[in-house]
């Protein structure tokens, strides 16, 4: 299976957000599919990333991180699937929206088999993928609107 690399935050980076674009980084997670064995680098200066638990993400406490790293380039292997929860450890910069819940999707053989045999993970795992099934969709329907 391909991993792939993703740049956290795309062009902007690691900062802290707008105060009128406080998820930032959740929108940017939530518009990326990761996978088992994908990458993803945070790009900052003067600043810090820490993976913390779900009540230490919601909190905005950085004081049990399980992952800290503060070299500017930090370089983070996802090993598994479940969500992940990053905020910044710079004072007050979580707390100014700098955090992000990351969702990395089961792979296939950890799927059931009736998962598998009903197809629930094809339509992500196809080439053309979502895009694909609704222009089948509409295509579909425009034929059959001359059919009937």
């Not at 992940?84 to 979580?94: E, K, M, P, Q, R």
């Not at 792979?107 to 009736?114: A, M, N």
Request: charged share 15%.
């Amino acid at each position: 299976m391909a991993s792939f690399d993703f740049q956290v935050g795309g062009t902007i980076g690691w900062i802290v957000p707008p105060p009128n674009d406080t998820n930032i980084y959740n929108h940017w997670a939530s518009n990326n599919r990761f996978q088992v064995g994908d990458t993803i680098y945070f790009s900052y200066k003067k600043d810090s990333v820490m993976e913390v638990s779900e009540e230490d993400y919601k909190e905005c406490n950085a004081t049990h991180p399980s992952f800290f790293s503060n070299n500017g380039n930090t370089v983070f292997k996802l090993e598994h699937s479940g969500t992940f929860y990053f905020i910044s450890g710079a004072s007050g910069h979580c707390e100014k929206g700098q955090k992000m819940i990351l969702r990395v999707m089961v792979q296939d053989e950890y799927l059931p088999q009736h998962a598998k045999s009903y197809g629930y993970h094809d339509a992500i795992t196809t080439p053309y993928g979502v895009f694909g099934i609704i222009l089948f969709h509409f295509v579909l329907e425009y034929v059959a609107s001359f059919v009937i």
